[in-house]
């Protein structure tokens, strides 16, 4: 599974000009389910992705992780992570989970932050977004379960 996750003061999704989640301080989550990937790919990520330090603390370092900041997530499905662009100008998204499973596994992402206590809202699996957002720093870190 793949997650760009952005440190944000504020972020929202919206579909059709409705907001339809958002987020005070805390991430912005990009996730995009892979062909493989299972349900404890999903739990992995959102355990890291939860205990990762990139918050301020007192002293102006990042040695604090989401579970400490009180911190919300918004959860965004963006297939696009799985772009290939080795060849030609086109990318490919064939490494990409089936959208039945991408949807599922999505969700069950989703669903495993809430269970860490992270307040989570979401956008709309398959929709065309407009996701609108502050950066925090910025701090934009690229995570992926298949990675070592």
């Not at 409705?18 to 990937?37: E, F, H, K, S």
């Not at 349900?39 to 002293?59: P, Q, V, W």
């Not at 959860?75 to 100008?89: E, P």
């Not at 992402?109 to 407009?130: K, N």
Request: charged fraction near 20%; charge should be neutral; proline fraction near 5%.
């Amino acid at each position: 599974m793949r997650a760009l996750i952005q440190r944000v003061a504020h972020a929202r999704v919206g579909v059709d000009g409705a907001t339809i989640g958002q987020t005070g301080p805390g991430l912005l989550i990009l996730v995009c389910a892979m062909q493989g990937d299972t349900t404890e790919d999903t739990e992995k990520l959102a355990a890291k992705i939860h205990k990762l330090r990139i918050f301020r603390d007192d002293a102006g370092k990042m040695n604090l992780a989401l579970k400490d900041t009180g911190g919300g997530a918004l959860v965004v499905s963006q297939f696009t992570l799985a772009a290939d662009t080795r060849s030609g100008n086109r990318p490919g998204f064939s490494t990409a989970a089936p959208p039945d499973v991408g949807e599922r596994l999505y969700l069950h992402f989703a669903h495993s932050l809430r269970g860490l206590g992270v307040p989570v809202e979401t956008g709309q699996f398959g929709a065309e977004m407009a996701v609108h957002l502050l950066n925090d720093g910025p701090v934009t870190i690229w995570l992926d379960t298949a990675t070592p």
